[in-house]
């Protein structure tokens, strides 16, 4: 099934939040949302560092 480049890099995103919080992170796969998603990785991300 092919899947497009943002459920792609939502994935990644989840991976990532993953790593930095635990089995716990969870990020909608929801394409509309993709710019709430990425905001919420870069403070995620702020906040580890």
């Known amino acids: 099934m092919h899947r497009s480049i943002c459920e792609r ?3 990644l995103l989840e991976r990532v ?3 930095i919080y635990g089995a716990s992170a969870r ?8 710019e709430t998603v990425l905001i ?7 906040k580890s560092s």
């Open 9 to 11: 890099t939502v994935s």
């Open 40 to 46: 919420h990785a870069i403070i995620a991300y702020d």
């Open 27 to 34: 990020v909608h796969q929801n394409c509309c949302a993709k």
């Open 17 to 19: 939040l993953n790593l």
